[in-house]
């Protein structure tokens, strides 16, 4: 079964410098979820598109941005990198609640591992 | 908002043998999922078993089983038969439900618990 694909698996970047991940969620699942786990730490939500529309947002600094395209794709981007920013970023998908009555599962990819050195 | 506790940092159990974790949760709502999820060393997240809070009857996945107290807010996971593939962090994980009457389908997680199986 296809399965949520996130790209690249490894970044490495240097402070100030710019990172895009990308995010591309399992066929016909419209509904997708971004989740920043830091070393030693639980998934934070950062943001979540429904119909390329943002749903929801969570603690998402300002320096980060994201998106979710026609093909509901999504790209979260994030500039002037700090040190910080260094984490596993996880996207999932899902199809929306209200065509399941509320069950769904959120599915989530591999990851995208960021090291900002 | 809702919050999610897990007072167990580590476990250990061993081979064959029984292990419970724990969860506790804090929300205002009374319709809503939880979950588990079960982080290997590869950092994958993995949906082990979920519950709706409507459901009175407890999830079970095979050797997996949860104990729902909803009004005592205590979600626990408990594995049977401990195989080595079952050494992981594992999350527990909270998700309010479509008629809470918002948008907030966010998962919020607890801090982890790193469980060991010895062989």
Redesign the interface.
């Known amino acids: 079964a296809a399965g949520v694909i996130q790209s690249p698996r490894h970044l490495i970047k240097e402070k100030r410098e710019t990172a895009t991940l990308k995010c591309y969620p399992i066929p016909r699942h419209d ?1 997708v ?1 971004w ?1 920043q ?1 830091g070393p030693g ?5 950062l943001i ?1 598109f ?1 119909e390329k529309m943002q ?2 947002k ?1 603690s998402i600094p300002d320096r980060f941005s994201a998106q979710q395209f026609s093909d509901y794709h999504s790209e979260l981007n994030m500039s002037s990198l700090e040190l910080g920013d260094s984490a ?1 970023y ?1 996207c ?1 998908s ?1 199809v929306p ?2 065509r399941l ?3 769904y ?4 990819g ?2 995208t ?1 960021l090291t900002v050195t | 908002a809702q919050t999610v506790t897990q007072s167990q940092p580590e476990m250990s159990v061993q081979e064959a043998e029984t292990v419970t974790l724990s969860c506790t949760y804090d929300t205002s709502e009374s319709d809503y ?1 939880l979950f588990w999820y079960k982080q290997p060393p ?6 082990v078993i ?1 519950q ?1 809070a409507y459901k009175q009857q407890n999830a079970t996945e095979n050797r997996f089983s949860v104990n729902f107290q909803k009004a005592a807010k205590s979600f626990s996971l408990k594995i049977s038969d401990s195989q080595l593939g079952d050494a992981a962090m594992y ?1 527990c994980a909270y998700r309010s ?3 809470s009457g918002g ?10 618990t790193l469980l060991t199986v010895n062989p």
């Open positions: 509904t979820y989740y786990q730490q639980d998934p934070q939500f979540s429904y749903s929801d969570g596993l996880f999932a899902s609640p209200a009555a509320g069950k599962e959120q599915y989530f591999p990851g591992r | 999922y590869s950092r994958q997240m993995i949906l979920r709706e999350f439900a479509w008629n948008s907030n389908y966010k998962l919020t997680f607890g801090k982890g």
